[in-house]
């Protein structure tokens, strides 16, 4: 058995999936349902759309150091031209975890399409909270914002040691 459905203009920019309820064996009794993936949004057909994950917030972070990175996806379908990553302040981006960060990433589609794992690391100049929205931008679509959750901190250093000197004055 086969069942056709037309998605509606109400429908663009939902995601869907598709499920199918099987008869158990003997054809009496309910089966396992059994679903798809998530399938991309609902575009009208070669429309240029952006998606993007979320991104995980960042520990406090000393000032003028970086951190571990932190991931999201970026997919793109029927694309027109590059998509930027970028900038905000206090972030840096990469398509690679350990080189080639840089304020503002381009990212060029193949055959119109990107489907990337962007890399971003925090690098906080100030003593502040960076809180935030990453842009991204381009293709012809309409842009996507990724939030992010930052903080600078000023940590005096500490250092510990097993090892105990005599401290005299004179």
């Known amino acids: 058995m086969s069942v056709n459905y037309t998605l509606t203009s109400n429908e663009l920019g939902k995601y869907i999936r598709l499920g199918v309820l099987a008869a158990s064996f003997t054809g009496t009794s309910r089966g396992t349902e059994v679903f798809s993936p998530w399938i991309e949004p609902v575009n009208a057909a070669g429309t240029p759309v952006l998606n993007a994950g979320l991104l995980a917030d960042f520990a406090a972070t000393c000032l003028n150091t970086i951190n571990a990175a932190n991931t ?8 027109q031209s590059s ?6 302040s206090g972030f840096a981006f990469s398509l690679t975890e350990n080189s080639n960060y840089a304020f503002s990433l381009p990212i060029t589609p193949i055959a119109g ?9 925090f690098t906080p100049t100030l003593l502040q909270s960076y809180t935030g929205m ?3 931008t381009g293709g012809g679509a309409t842009a996507v914002n990724v939030d992010v959750v ?3 901190i000023n940590t005096a250093a500490t ?3 097993d090892i105990s000197f005599g401290i005299t004055s004179s």
């Open 72 to 79: 999201f996806t970026l997919m793109g379908n029927n694309l």
């Open 113 to 121: 399409a990107i489907n990337t794992t962007d890399y971003v690391k």
């Open 159 to 161: 250092a510990l040691t």
């Open 134 to 136: 990453i842009a991204i």
């Open 83 to 88: 998509v930027a990553v970028g900038p905000l």
């Open 150 to 152: 930052g903080s600078g």
